[in-house]
């Protein structure tokens, strides 16, 4: 397994906005728990170890044969604010953040989301998916012989117990459900480790690097403004 770092300057941080946010009250449904619990991704508590995963802080990621993983750095505090997990030509950006006890996030980021990629000239649409309602996004892009086209990702969110997991599709996964498959497979296996300290919530959850860990560069990581790279641009019309 392949580890890189992307560098990022603090205005292009993918994470959302940290500040408060007035979101509709109410736990976690006991169906969608349930679910989450049964199928992933998990919390620290749910699972007997973490001999297996790959410790990046925050989360434990299962290895898998061709996966490649990038870390992707704020250039301004040089802490790690994502990682992306790039799979058979597509890839998966994941990004963990502190929740309240009582409240979700997803309808709320989604929301917020859906308003960004509007102010770019994009559109959004609601879809079911696997893991709930997602979002595809779709942004204005150039093609290299100077027509239009556009760049999509697709984003899916899962609320747990006291933290909130966002992952980023892009690539011939964001639009074809088969190519999204064994990314869809890897993000059920996440476990999310939230720890016990008090945190704002949508604070990003700590990353690192493991130990032992060997840094490649990484080709350029996907952010909000570009969720997919352009070779995969698609032409309108």
């Known amino acids: 397994m392949v580890f890189g770092f992307g560098r990022k300057d603090k205005k292009e941080e993918p994470a959302e906005p940290v500040d408060e946010l ?25 699972i007997s170890g973490r001999d297996g995963y790959v410790d990046l802080g925050a989360l434990l990621i299962t290895p898998s044969e061709g996966l490649q993983l990038r870390l992707e750095v704020e250039e301004a505090t040089q802490r790690v604010v994502a990682v992306t997990l790039d799979l058979n030509g597509s890839s998966l950006q994941l990004q963990a953040f502190a929740a309240p006890k009582t409240e979700t996030l997803w309808d709320e980021i989604r929301e917020q989301i859906g308003q960004s990629v509007g102010a770019q000239g994009g559109q959004v649409e609601e879809v079911e998916g696997a893991f709930g309602t997602e979002l595809v996004a779709k942004l204005p892009a150039g093609l290299p012989d100077g027509s239009q086209g556009y760049r999509v990702a697709r984003f899916i969110g899962v609320d747990g117990p006291r933290w909130f997991l966002r992952g980023v599709l892009g690539g011939p996964a964001a639009m074809e459900r088969p190519a999204a498959e064994p990314l869809e497979a890897l993000f059920r296996q996440v476990v999310v480790v939230r720890g016990d300290s008090p945190m704002p919530p949508r604070d990003l959850l700590q990353l690192r690097l493991p130990k032992d860990a060997s840094a490649t560069p990484p080709p350029a990581a996907p952010t909000l403004e570009e969720p997919e790279r352009g070779p995969e641009v698609t032409q309108i019309g």
């Open 22 to 46: 007035t979101v509709a009250e109410g736990e976690e449904s006991a169906s969608a728990t349930g679910a989450r619990r049964h199928d992933g991704p998990f919390d620290e508590a749910e």
